[in-house]
């Protein structure tokens, strides 16, 4: 068997150091993204002209040509020469705003028949961010009272249910992180495909850990062991096999979705695949990892120790 138990600080150790390099790159400005759906912008429905036909390439060379690349690389194709079109605002002041937004419809005119033209509350995206996080949010509180509740029967059900949601923000973390270097690199946005998929991470992500979770209740009901890390890296074991094998066809469905559908869905499709990824490894190397840390009691492994002044340790 594998000792996974044995090498759990150096698991812990890389998760930590990558969690930390994400953050860093999603704090200072210039890494996430936001889209037009969070920032707002203006939406537009281009179709052909009557007796004519309009092409995608048409439709983003003349983006490109009108100042507005980050819109062409966004396009989504409603039906045969429809398309949807999203920029972001456009100008400061409310002259600025209408000039521009005159300026990209005679543009567009040119090429096709403007068929809707809307502009993409401020207001509006902002609420969207709000409700994003306040679902990741009601999610994980939801998540912690089920597990805690489903293992009420095993001594501490609390620590299951804790572990089983830091694994959690740990994928979400690290799908977080990951996009802010894209964000930064290649200037991937964000959207609100992208919040669909960390949801699903977090579905996904739980459900492989309460398998794990599962397996270990299991083996301490029949007490093959005494000591609780050796039960666990045998549970460990027992599913892993189960757990590859899930994550390897999920992430082949995957990936075919990326490959031949692509377009739109881009940021959907590699969220769900780095949070499938970062599922497996936490509900393995993480969540199982730190319930021994914490029934062995080895947090302060992982804190820094202060050393107290002489004369407060004298006092003492």
Known sequence: MFDFVGKKHWFLLASAALIVAGLISVLVPGGLKLGVDFEGGV??????????????????????????????????????????????????TEQEKLDEQEKLRNGLSEIGEVKEFGSISAVIAS????????????????????????FRRMPSPFRYGTCAIIALLHDVLLVLGIF??????????IDPMFVTAVLAVIGYSVNDTIVVFDRLRENLTKGITTD????????????LGRSLNTSTTTI????AIYLFVGGTIRNFVLALFIGVVAGTYSSIFIASQLLVVWERREWSRFLPKISLPRRIRGRE
Not at 127 to 146: F, K, Q, S
Not at 180 to 189: D, H, I, K, Q, V
């Open 43 to 92: 939406s537009i429905t281009l179709g052909p002209k009557e007796g004519e036909t309009l092409s995608l390439k048409q439709v983003e060379q003349r983006l490109n040509d009108l100042g507005h690349s980050e819109a062409a690389k966004r396009i989504q194709v409603l039906s045969e020469s429809n398309f949807f079109i999203r920029t972001r605002q456009l100008g400061k």
């Open 228 to 239: 609780f890390g050796t039960t666990v890296n045998f549970s460990l074991n027992q599913t």
């Open 127 to 150: 609420e969207t961010v709000r409700n994003a996080a306040i679902a990741v949010g009601v999610a994980a509180v939801a998540i912690l009272l089920y597990i805690t509740w489903a």
């Open 180 to 189: 802010s270097f894209l964000g930064r690199t290649l200037n991937w946005e």
């Open 252 to 255: 082949l469905a995957v990936l």
